[in-house]
């Protein structure tokens, strides 16, 4: 008699795994499609590379997301799993663009899934140093370096021509206003929409008022394919890809907590051990090639889990689905134009909320962190302190060499690097851990639960 088939591996009819999956599509849709945007409005992209970038993606995302769920080979914990450009690793990527050049930021990414792929065999050594403290604390300091990049898509630069101009601010604020009326008013899944119909109103309102042209949206041809290496040949830099590479490892603890919770959320057990490592080579493989098409570094994404407790539909086939409808999305080129005639202060709006919501993530994180510790107070208020200097005043350390400046002035990094070494100062030297590994990895799915 065969064993009974896991919810999880269930397969269901072809119209209702793909409607699923075209629901958790729709929910993940705003990540890409803002990442791109503040990279483009960063970066002051013209709009045929920016529609480029978003199909592509729309494409890796799709990729990923078949990765992760259908589990080929040694890559993909067979779970169901999106994936998305990640918030903090784009900020990096910037960071890296603006002072170095596009080619050199593509080379950081390329370099950071190879250390991936190198370390990985060492990180469950390296876990335990990064517990809820060190991951809450670095959160915190990500999420407020995101709300900053998504008021600068507001605002424009400080000093340029147009800052802080009232009818920007003006978008901006009905967008966030139209998110939260939608939360208020909406509920189940549509609610869980209510940034990606914020997105879609704001622009319906700019429209009304002038402020968007659908020439570019109407023009050119119906199907597409991403072009590879849109800044040119990568420039493989260690010391400009330094914070990336440091933040990979702090990825990895995020990646095993979103593994353990997602297995929770559909009721399966499953070996860390094994299973960890595959969604990592999952993230990396993805990571290698998006870098190869001049996207930020490719992260497994919680967000569906929401949508797989709201459902009850844990199939991994259902997320599966979910990636070829991105993939098909990814080779459309006149939904990419459509999104990408999207105002800058729509995106922006909606964008604050969002990132917003990672530095809340934080706080939650910290609230399981025993703060009331003395130690674990000082570990985390040094940690905001040199992390988010450079983010509240930019150029502090224009004074240093441009080697040393460039770790310094990645607040992500610095604050990630202070958390960590503290804690091992605290909790490691001299005295047994009571934080062990294990202990980070459960406390990172209690975590992960809460957010979902």
């Not at 064993?3 to 699923?20: A, C, K």
């Not at 990096?92 to 950071?112: C, D, E, N, P, W």
């Not at 009571?434 to 809460?450: C, I, L, M, Y």
């Amino acid at each position: 008699m065969s064993s009974p088939v896991h919810p999880v591996d269930e397969s269901r009819p072809l119209g209702r795994i793909l409607l699923f999956g075209v629901q958790h599509v729709l929910v993940m849709a705003a990540t890409p499609i803002s990442a791109i945007f503040l990279m483009s409005a960063t970066l002051r992209l013209s709009p045929g590379l920016t529609v480029d970038l978003l199909s592509a993606a729309l494409l890796l995302s799709g990729i990923g997301s078949l990765v992760q769920s259908l589990g080929p080979w040694k890559f993909g914990p067979r779970l169901p799993f999106v994936m998305l450009p990640g918030g903090a690793p784009l900020v990096l990527f910037l960071s890296i663009a603006q002072q170095h050049g596009l080619r050199t930021a593509t080379g950081a990414v390329l370099l950071t899934a190879a250390f991936t792929f190198l370390v990985l065999p060492l990180f469950a050594r390296l876990l335990r140093f990064f517990p809820p403290l060190v991951i809450g604390t670095m959160i915190v300091i990500v999420g407020v370096n995101l709300v900053k990049v998504g008021a600068l898509l507001v605002t424009g630069q400080p000093g340029t021509p147009g800052f802080a101009d009232p009818a920007r601010l003006g978008l901006a604020f009905a967008t966030i206003a139209l998110i939260v009326v939608f939360t208020r008013l909406l509920r189940g899944v549509l609610r869980q929409l209510a940034v990606l119909l914020g997105l879609a109103a704001g622009t319906a309102l700019a429209f009304a008022l002038g402020q968007v042209h659908l020439g570019a949206a109407l023009s050119g041809q119906l199907i597409g394919v991403p072009g590879p290496l849109p800044f040119g040949a990568p420039v493989f830099d260690l010391l400009a890809a330094l914070p990336l590479m440091l933040y990979s490892l702090a990825s990895m603890a995020e990646a095993t907590g979103q593994t353990v919770i997602n297995a929770e959320a559909v009721g399966k057990d499953i070996d860390v051990r094994a299973d960890v490592p595959r969604t990592v080579r999952g993230d990396a493989l993805t990571s290698l090639l998006g870098g190869c098409f001049g996207l930020p570094l490719m992260v497994t994404s919680g967000e569906n889990i929401g949508i797989v407790r709201v459902t009850g539909v844990r199939s991994r086939y259902v997320t599966a689905a979910a990636g070829v409808v991105l993939v098909v999305l990814g080779f459309l080129t006149p939904v990419a134009r459509a999104i990408s005639v999207m105002p800058p202060a729509v995106v922006g709006g909606a964008a604050m909320v969002v990132f917003a919501v990672i530095t809340v993530l934080g706080v939650q994180m910290l609230g399981r962190a025993r703060l009331e510790d003395h130690t674990a107070t000082v570990t985390c208020a040094v940690a905001l302190a040199l992390g988010l200097l450079p983010i509240l005043v930019p150029g502090v350390y224009a004074g240093f060499p441009s080697g040393v400046r460039i770790l310094l002035e990645s607040g992500v990094a610095v604050g990630a690097f202070v958390a960590a070494g503290l804690n091992v100062v605290f909790h490691h030297l001299g005295r047994r851990a009571a934080d062990t590994g294990t202990a980070a990895v459960r406390a990172e799915a209690a975590d992960s639960a809460a957010r979902a």
